[in-house]
């Protein structure tokens, strides 16, 4: 009997050609990241359990579940806003099967969750003129007084769902913003904002989430 | 022409800029011969070489096609849309309606683009248009002669005998003389892309109100962002002077532009013309990033449209100076006085040598002072108000001006501009005046088309004689000129307030300083739209629209403005009337003796200025038209040479072709028989999946599928149907239940999207009591279908020894996880879209590829063969199970057959619609199998059901062949159809009439479960 | 266009899908309640196709597909596209609704 | 005066000066044996019809603007009868045989011309059901061709064959298909019917209607006084809802704006009318030269005749991806009219429940190549009270029923029909 091996496969398989890319010179004007190896869920609060819900996270993460469109971090997770009564958890993949058991213990009751691991992509667009770039796809007001760090919003790109969420500035001072795709869309969106970068010049790569 | 050599002694005394020192750039300026020694806002150390016509010609960085071929001497340009005049410049901005030309060549080639806001570069091309064989010999100019027939609406009244002529020889010929510029032939090679900007307060126009409106919002705090059209700020200051707070306009245009560009909260956009204002503070700019350089650059884009969110807006967008109507008015060489100013201030290019002014207003007298200046002659003034204003009286007395009151009644001149000038004063005598440029100032028109684009109207002043903004799309305010506000130390003060106010209506709390002074020249006007004399005097020159053709429209009853517009197309041509519609309607309302604000204007519509269909599609061209969507396996099958179709997002395999297949039937026939007889897999992760949890789940089910749902085991699976609140079927799907409080429910493909926003609807709205979660796990789960004899033979192989496979363990319509060897968690629906033994499989989409890889080695030994979507189609029909082709949005649940799934029990979406008369009557179309008798005869969908040997026609029009295949184990094509009364009619013999192919022939209607009808292999 | 999600702020239109008019109510039918099937037939064809279709203020439904996928209820002037408010449906989010029903 | 060139040329030598005007403008009169509420292509049609093919010249159209101020003057003027559904086929195609003759029987050149419509399909599915509509149009002895690629690539070179995404498969063509210029149809009628009598009162807006003591309507008020009619038929679209709300009526109708755009003028590039059919884009070129293109509706009820940029971005892109070479070519203008969106996508034509009001409605986007046929049928009806054989199954009770004509089989959503 052969043994069946079970290799992973990124979305972005064919579409992350790492390394730079468009316009030559000195400076990168865009960095994009594909942060693989998360462990995503989405919480939604039962029906008139909002408070449980919250209750629920605040045991678990120690942290405040977000009430309005924002992405906290708490312990080993952060929660993103993703709708009225809801958030979506993200964290990195270590023990898979117990992270999932340890949410379900806790939301029992309280919240339904829907493992979304496989069902999101997560890209992370920074560097000097990541916010140029993206006002070429998306709608969002991204001037600092309108989404400072720890903002995030659900919003289209190409008419698809996207979490965006606006993490801690670089250390080149510049700010960082987190794009959650869902998977089969993720070919299609990396082009479009590789796209929209490469006037900038551009520098891909894909890594573990930490 | 003699002109200007550099050795004449001529030029401003007191020269802006050095002379040129560079050979090159003397050589340029000796060409140039109708270019001012010093001065302009040109820089004479970069002179750049262009053609047009073929003729090559040179000018200097910061000149505009225009104003290089005023320096050049050229006075020709075009030729006019109708009777093909010869025509030259008239303006010098974006009203410009005459010097349209065709920009570069090939697929690049752009026509009609105004050569007053094309920016000069190195080895520009530009030929004139509508004009054969030549701009000078134009050989359609013929025209003319049949100019008294050809008045406003002619062919209305004509070209309706014989009325076959019309499409064969009236219209060709037509068709063939209007137009203007040709459009390439080949996709356009540039790119183009589209972004968001966002800001509390947007300044339209970058001229003294513009720059002060920004400068007080900038300083007050508010994120700012002022667009200009123009390459540069500054508007009428870098034409007219002028002095403000003591310095000179530009050197205060200059400071402004520093102090703005230095503020974080202030956005300067050059190039970038506004063009339409949207609900919501949502307006549209295009800039136009690289149409100054011959090609755009590695990675650019040639133009780019912002959509600007704004809070407020404040529109600076200056006034435009208007045309007098009198014959010989279009000549070349007859233009806008302020656009004489330009060439002759901005652009050190002299128009004329001997300049005539005819002018109704103060402002026009500036013009004198402008040609003096530059060492030019002015021939005569025309001011019909008969007396020298009070500002120019001593220049007058100095330069013992001739100054005539009255009106100019003709042109004399040809091709090449003009010669004379004749005057009828206001005593009816009549004088030819030698000049070679007439300057002609009408007064100005407040540029109120932005306020107006929310069908806002304007109102008129009286006192200014001009419309003016009335009430504004919500968030907008106008000053300066563009709010009648003529005077230049008003424009600052009313920029200044605007701005201010705006940026305090958005909550900027700091100082916004104190407005910049200038004095207040005075702007008085006396009328004047005609002068009423023999021969063609022109209301619109680009669709040469003249003022008897006004006249002529009254009398036949097109007295409304809209009727005026429609009847004459005055104003309907590339510049939107800006120099034509206000002098149009003055004359109409003369002609019918209401005034001005009676007669009203026609509607303003967007865009301000035309815009390139391709900015407005910007990146989404080619693959990038709409994002696509791809399956887990895509890869994976891509590599195995699987042809894909994009079928609506999605990228899908159709079938996997081998080495030898002649065609696709040959390759989806193997794959069909491969499932048939051994075993095969299909991705089908594009169904729709969704996630229903929650205490009332079943419940709720229950009231969007018509049956039930609540009832169903954990553990299992159902086939589900739900219709439209109208009764007529939505979509169908398996929903299985995982837990009590949780179903896993799977639509169609093409239904995922409005199905789930349907859930949705009933959750938050119909019945919110429900305790209900939802979510789409579609792009979660990488879901395969497998299907065969040998189905359970593979899976035996793939699932861990310890989960029972057999037909017990795992009976028909089962479902539940099970872990596969190798470590990985699986779910497991026993479901059969093909009738044969079938499960779908699904693993989180991580695993698609290696699921398709280790389907491969499980089923190595059994042949196992992937398949696409063409094979499941084939077998879908053999099985008689409908799809989109019979989900049609006009089908019930008994029309496919799935009557007897309604619940009598329970009130569910679309039921009682669903009972309806119509809905339920027994001649209804409905779902049957068909099979042409002669077994070679291909059907084909979209072929007409009609009873045997009838005539064709709409009553025995009985239905049609909704989907076909070639099934291998008929070994004959077979088809599912819509049939009025079909299921009274197995066995019946009709005819299948299909004109559009030419085919005609008989078949059988059938049950349309071709294959295996008792179902028995499937559940075996 | 814009509108003012009431969770997610002011978004583009692009970002909603518009359902209509969201004064019909769907009637409450119980299955052998012994209402007259006319009546109900009525009723309903009343709630699917019978439209005000008014000129000014209108309450309709958008749903919020492209965002926080909730159903909105907007007061939008049909003739100026301006919007007057836009609230929640009655059972977005988790919320637990007084009456049910819409 | 007959309109031809002989006159044409005899008023030349008088400088135009005889021309007198192309109708009258006369005062209302207290009575009318019928009043059409709104000056339309259609109104005026049916004014038109009632006089010449049932002899009542009693007639009166009011108009609130300018006639032609509607739908009829803000439309993208193609003409086409290539329909599937029954009802739809034979009404369209009845109308399409009344463009074939009307500029004879009008004395006014509409400029109707036949320079055919091409429906493109990209997908199987999307062939299939454009075979079974063409084999509809052809079992209605209308014509309809099913083209492939290849015979389209000879009549139309210049399209996207080969686009990546949804290159083009084939075509479903119908000849006789085309356009005319829509203002000339307003005036054309406008003053065929004036030459029969009719009258046509412009800036006349109707305020409400006059009923008897048993509700039947006879008479409507308007800004210029109470005028009495016989019998009041309503040819308002786009604002059939206000005017019958007046009568208390509320109708399976919503409205929405559908946007149009035309180009800067360019000499002749495209023969005939195309329809993309991957992306919401349909184009013709104009006499004068302008690109006529348009997409779909805005998407939410509007009554304001004007859109909104998602639209124009999403017409644009279709443009570009079937004839990428239009790139540099400007759009000129953009503007709206207001879609009398019906709940099936097919108009109402029909007595309403109100004893003397009649009702020509819902026409979706199809109103203009409906206006001839749909004056007959509408003068029909309100000359005879029974509605015309052709127009038979446009009933307003087919909703109650359950006989909707539904092309699109998209249900009662008005904004995606």
């Known amino acids: ?210 | 022409m003699s002109g200007y050599s550099g050795s004449e002694p001529l030029g401003r005394t007191a020269a802006l800029e050095g002379t040129p020192t560079s050979a090159r750039s003397q050589a340029a300026s000796a060409s140039q011969s109708h270019r001012l020694r010093s001065g302009g806002l040109i820089d004479r150390q970069q002179p750049l070489q262009f053609s047009f016509d073929g003729k090559v010609m040179s000018g200097f960085a910061g000149d505009t096609l225009a104003s290089a071929l005023v320096a050049n001497g050229v006075k020709l340009v075009a030729r006019s849309f109708k009777y093909h005049r010869p025509r030259g410049i008239i303006t010098a901005g974006s009203e410009e309606p005459s010097a349209l030309v065709e920009m570069r060549s090939g697929a690049r080639k752009e026509p009609n683009t105004r050569a007053t806001t094309q920016e000069l570069y190195d080895g520009l091309v530009a030929q004139s248009q509508n004009r054969w064989p030549s701009l000078r010999r134009d050989f359609m100019s013929i025209n003319q002669l049949a100019a008294p027939i050809f008045v406003a609406g002619f062919y209305y009244k004509t070209f309706m005998w014989p009325a076959k002529f019309w499409e064969k020889v009236y219209e060709p010929l037509i068709r063939r003389a209007a137009g203007l510029g040709k459009s390439a032939e080949l996709p356009d090679p540039d790119h183009y892309d589209k972004a968001w900007a966002h800001c509390d307060v947007l300044v339209i126009g970058g001229g003294a109100a513009g720059l002060s409106a920004a400068l007080a919002a900038g300083r007050a705090g508010s994120r700012v962002i002022l667009v200009e059209e123009d390459s540069r700020l500054g508007g009428r200051l870098l034409s007219d002077g002028g002095e403000i707070d003591g310095m000179h306009a530009e050197e205060w245009v200059r400071r402004t532009t520093d102090e703005l560009t230095a503020l974080p909260n202030v956005r300067v956009m050059v190039r970038t013309a506004l063009f339409g204002v949207y609900d919501g503070g949502v307006y549209a700019a295009l800039e136009r990033v690289n149409d100054h350089v011959p090609v755009p650059g590695p990675h650019q884009v040639r133009q780019r449209v912002w959509r600007i969110v704004a809070k407020r807006s404040v529109v600076t967008a200056g006034a435009i100076e208007r045309p007098i109507v009198f014959p010989g008015n279009d000549r070349p060489g007859v233009m806008m006085a302020s656009a004489v100013r330009t060439y002759v201030h901005r652009f050190a290019a002299m128009p004329g040598r001997k300049v005539a002014l005819f002018t109704n207003n103060d402002d026009g007298w500036r013009t004198v002072e402008a040609i003096q200046q530059a060492g030019g002659d002015i021939a005569a003034v025309i001011d019909p108000r008969g007396k020298v204003p009070a500002e120019y009286q001593a220049l007058a007395e100095l330069s013992d001006l001739r100054v005539l009151s009255g009106g100019v009644s003709d042109v004399k001149g040809g091709v090449d501009g003009v010669r004379g000038v004749v005057v009828t004063d206001n005593n009816g005598r009549t004088q030819q005046i030698d000049a070679d440029c007439l300057a002609v100032s009408g007064g100005w028109n407040p540029n109120v088309g932005l306020s107006c684009f929310h069908r806002g109207r304007p109102v008129w002043r009286d006192d200014i004689a001009a419309f003016v903004p009335g009430d504004s799309p919500k968030g907008m305010t106008t000053a300066g000129a563009a709010n009648g506000e003529f005077s230049l130390g008003a424009c600052l003060r009313d920029g200044h307030a605007a701005g201010a106010a705006a940026a305090a209506e958005c909550g900027a709390s700091g100082n916004a300083g104190e407005a910049s002074e200038a004095g207040d020249e005075v702007y008085a006007i006396s009328p004047l739209w005609q002068v009423k004399a023999k021969g063609k005097a022109f209301v619109d020159f680009q669709h040469d629209v003249t003022a008897s053709d006004v006249t002529l429209a009254q009398r036949e009853g097109f007295e409304s403005v809209e009727h005026l517009k429609r009847y004459t197309t005055l104003g309907m041509a590339t510049d939107q009337g800006k120099t034509s519609n206000i002098t149009g309607l003055a004359i109409m309302a003369e002609a019918t003796g209401r005034t001005i604000p009676q007669t009203g204007t026609t509607i303003y519509r967007p865009p301000y200025a035309p815009v390139a269909i391709g900015a407005l599609a910007g990146h989404h061209r080619d693959e990038n038209f709409h994002a696509w969507r791809l399956t887990p396996s895509h890869h994976w099958a891509a590599a195995r040479g699987a042809v894909f179709v994009d079928t609506g997002l999605w990228k899908r395999a159709q079938w996997y072709p081998q080495p030898g297949e002649k065609d696709w039937i040959e390759s989806v026939t193997r794959e069909v028989l491969a499932v048939r007889n051994g075993v095969g897999f299909c991705d089908v992760s594009t169904l729709g999946k969704v996630d229903v949890r929650g205490a009332d789940a079943g419940t709720f089910l229950d009231r969007v599928y018509i049956n039930a749902f609540s009832s169903l085991a954990v553990g299992k699976a159902r086939y589900g149907l739900m219709l439209r609140e109208d009764g007529i079927v939505m979509d169908d799907g398996t929903t299985s239940r995982i837990a009590e409080d949780h179903y896993f429910l799977t639509t169609t493909t093409a239904k995922a999207g409005p199905v789930m926003a349907h859930l949705e609807f009933c959750r938050q709205v119909l019945w919110p009591e429900l305790d209900v979660q939802l979510s789409s796990a579609s792009d979660q789960w990488a879901q395969f279908s497998i299907a065969g004899p040998n189905t359970r033979k593979l899976l035996q192989e793939l699932v861990d020894p310890s989960e029972d496979m057999s037909n017990e363990g795992f009976p028909f319509m089962g479902a539940r996880e099970v872990k596969l060897r190798g470590g990985v968690t699986a779910r497991l629906f026993r479901i059969s879209f093909s009738g044969e033994i079938a499960f779908e499989i699904s693993v989180p989409a991580r695993y698609g590829a290696a699921m398709a890889q280790n389907l491969m080695i499980a089923g190595r030994d059994l042949g196992v063969t992937p398949y696409g979507t063409e094979a499941l189609g084939v077998m879908r029909i053999e099985k008689g199970h409908v799809a989109g082709p019979e989900l049609n949005g006009t089908t019930t649940a008994d029309d496919l057959g799935l009557g007897k799934m309604m619940s009598k029990k329970k009130d569910f979406i679309g039921r009682v619609m669903a009972g309806r008369e119509a809905l339920t009557a027994p001649d209804r179309q409905v779902v049957v199998g068909i099979k042409p008798l002669d077994q070679k005869r291909r059907l084909r969908s979209g072929a007409h059901v009609l009873p045997k040997g009838a005539i064709p026609g709409p009553e025995t029009d009985q239905g049609y062949v909704t989907s076909v295949c070639y099934s291998p184990m008929l070994e004959q094509w077979i088809g599912l159809g819509l049939v009025e009364r079909g299921r009274e009619r197995f066995g019946e013999i009709v005819r299948i009439h299909d004109p559009l192919r030419n085919e005609d022939y008989e078949a059988e209607i059938c049950n349309p479960v071709f294959y295996d009808p008792e179902g028995a292999r499937q559940r075996g | 266009m814009r509108i003012a999600c009431p969770f997610c702020g002011e978004r583009e239109n692009g970002e909603f899908t518009y359902l209509g008019d969201a004064s019909p109510k769907r009637p409450n039918f119980a299955v052998d309640s012994g209402e007259s099937p006319e009546g109900v037939e009525d009723a309903f064809y009343d709630y699917v196709y019978l439209r005000d279709n008014v000129a000014g203020y209108m309450r309709e439904y958008w749903y919020h597909g492209g965002g926080c996928r909730s159903w909105l209820i907007a007061e939008r002037n049909t003739v100026t596209h301006v919007f007057r408010s836009v609230t929640a449906a009655p059972g977005v989010g988790a919320a637990k609704p007084v009456q049910a029903g819409e | 005066m007959k309109y031809s060139i002989f006159s044409l040329a005899k008023a030349a030598l008088s400088g135009h000066k005889g021309w007198t005007r192309a109708w009258r403008d006369p005062a209302p009169k207290s009575h009318y044996d019928v009043i059409i509420i709104g000056g339309g292509g259609h109104g005026l049609a049916t004014a038109y019809f009632l006089a010449n093919e049932f002899g009542i010249r009693n007639v009166a159209v009011l108009e609130k603007g300018w006639i032609g101020s509607g739908n009829a003057g803000r439309n993208t003027t193609i003409i086409r009868s290539n329909y599937g559904l029954p009802g739809n086929t034979g009404f369209y195609e009845m109308s399409m045989k009344l463009w074939e003759r009307m500029e004879q029987d009008l004395n006014y050149n509409a400029m109707v011309s036949q320079r055919g419509i091409i429906n493109l399909y990209h997908s199987d599915a999307q062939r299939d059901a454009f075979a079974r509509r063409g084999n509809t149009m052809r079992i209605n002895g209308i014509d309809a061709e099913l083209l492939d690629a290849v015979q389209i690539r000879k009549e139309l070179p210049f399209l996207n064959y080969d686009s990546p995404r949804f290159p083009i498969m084939g075509g479903l063509m119908q000849r006789r298909g085309g356009t005319a210029r829509h203002d000339a149809v307003v005036w054309g009628y406008a003053r065929a019917a004036d030459q029969r009598g009719v009258d046509i009162i412009q800036n006349c807006e109707v305020t409400g209607f006059v009923r008897d003591h048993n509700g039947k309507i006879t008479g409507v008020e308007t800004s210029r006084g109470k005028i009495s009619a016989g019998k009041v038929g309503m040819a308002v679209a786009g604002n059939t809802s206000r005017v019958a709300a007046m009568a208390g009526m509320k109708l399976p109708i919503e409205s929405h704006v559908l946007q149009a755009f035309v180009s800067e003028a360019i000499k002749p590039l495209i023969p005939g009318v195309i329809t993309f059919g991957a992306g919401h884009f349909y184009i013709s070129q104009s006499d004068k030269g302008g690109l006529v293109f348009g997409g779909d509706l805005d998407g939410y009820n509007s009554y304001a005749q004007r859109g909104n940029m998602p639209v124009i971005e999403d017409v644009c892109e279709g443009g570009m991806a079937v004839m990428p070479m239009i790139g540099r070519v400007r759009m000129l203008r953009q503007w709206g009219g207001i879609m009398d969106m019906s709940m099936d996508g097919t108009p109402i034509i029909d007595k309403t429940p109100i004893d003397g009001l009649y009702l020509n409605a819902g026409w979706c986007y199809g109103g203009f190549k409906a206006t001839p046929a749909s004056g007959l049928v509408f003068a029909h009806l309100l000359a005879r009270d029974e509605p015309h054989p052709e127009a038979a199954r446009f009933r307003l009770d087919r909703f109650r029923r359950g006989a909707m004509i539904d092309e699109k089989g998209q249900g009662a959503q008005p904004n995606l029909h």
């Open chain 1, 1 to 210: 009997m052969v043994d069946y091996l079970w290799n992973t496969q990124s979305p972005l398989q064919k579409a992350l050609v790492p390394g730079r890319h468009g316009a030559a010179g000195a400076h990168v004007g865009v960095t994009l990241n594909e942060v693989r190896d998360i462990v995503l869920v989405q919480v939604m609060a039962r029906r008139g359990k909002a408070a449980e819900a919250a209750k629920a996270a605040k045991k678990l993460f120690g942290i405040e579940a977000p009430a309005t469109p924002k992405a906290v971090t708490g312990k080993a997770a952060t929660l993103i806003w993703s709708g009225p009564d809801q958030f979506t958890v993200i964290a990195p993949r270590a023990d898979e099967a117990s992270q999932l058991a340890a949410m379900a213990q806790v939301f029992a009751g309280s919240a339904s969750l829907s493992d979304q691991s496989d069902g999101r992509c997560l890209i992370r667009v920074s560097g000097p003129r990541g916010r140029d770039a993206i006002a070429k796809f998306s709608s969002l007001d991204l001037h600092d007084l309108a989404f400072p760090v720890g903002a995030a919003a659900n919003t289209s790109v190409d008419h698809t769902a996207v979490n965006l969420w606006r993490e801690a500035n670089g250390a080149d001072g510049h700010p960082v913003y987190n794009m959650l795709v869902f998977t089969s869309f993720a070919d299609s969106l990396w082009h479009t904002i590789v796209d929209a970068s490469l006037e900038y010049g551009v520098e891909a790569a894909s890594a573990r989430a930490a």
